[in-house]
C-alpha cells in the first residue's frame, strides 16, 4: 500500500485546512486508517483514525475541531482541521492497517504503512 498526503500549509490562528491521504495498492475499504503528527523536538502522537465501519477516534486536544472521514470509492481519507492552534504545528502523516483492532488504533506500532509527511504550520 502507497500513501500519498497532501494539503499542508501556512495558516493564520483559528483557520482551516483539510488534509487529504490517497492510498493505493491494496483494499482501501480493509484498511483502518489514521493520521499522526510531530512537532519539532517531540515524538510523533496520534491525532485520529477511521476504522473500517466509519468509527472515529480522536486524541482529546483536537475533538470538537478536527473531523476524520474516509471515501472507500476514492481510496481517499480526510482529515478536516478547523480553529486551527499555534500547537497543531507539526508535519502530519497519514497511515494504512490492515491488522489494527480497536484496542491499538491510537498506537503507532500498528500501523503498517506510511505516507510521507505534510507541513501544517498555524502562526500567532
Known amino acids: 500500500v502507497q500513501l500519498q498526503a497532501s494539503g499542508g500549509g501556512l495558516v493564520q490562528a483559528g483557520g482551516s485546512l483539510t488534509l487529504s491521504c490517497v492510498a493505493s495498492?491494496?483494499?482501501?475499504?480493509?484498511?483502518?486508517m489514521g493520521w499522526f503528527r510531530q512537532a519539532p523536538g517531540k515524538e510523533r502522537e496520534f491525532v485520529s483514525a477511521?476504522?473500517?465501519?466509519?468509527?472515529?477516534y480522536y486524541v482529546d486536544s483536537v475533538k470538537g475541531r478536527f473531523t476524520i472521514s474516509r471515501d472507500n470509492n476514492k481510496n481517499t481519507v480526510y482529515l478536516q482541521m478547523n480553529s486551527l492552534e499555534p500547537e497543531d504545528t507539526a508535519i502530519y502523516s497519514c497511515?494504512?492497517?490492515?491488522?489494527?483492532?480497536?484496542?491499538?488504533?491510537?498506537?503507532?506500532?500498528?500501523?503498517?504503512?506510511w505516507g510521507q509527511g505534510t507541513q501544517v504550520t498555524v502562526s500567532s
Open positions: 477511521v476504522s473500517r465501519s466509519y468509527n472515529t
Open positions: 497511515a494504512a492497517s490492515r491488522t489494527a483492532i480497536l484496542s491499538n488504533y491510537r498506537h503507532k506500532e500498528a500501523y503498517n504503512y
Open positions: 495498492g491494496g483494499a482501501f475499504s480493509r484498511l483502518v
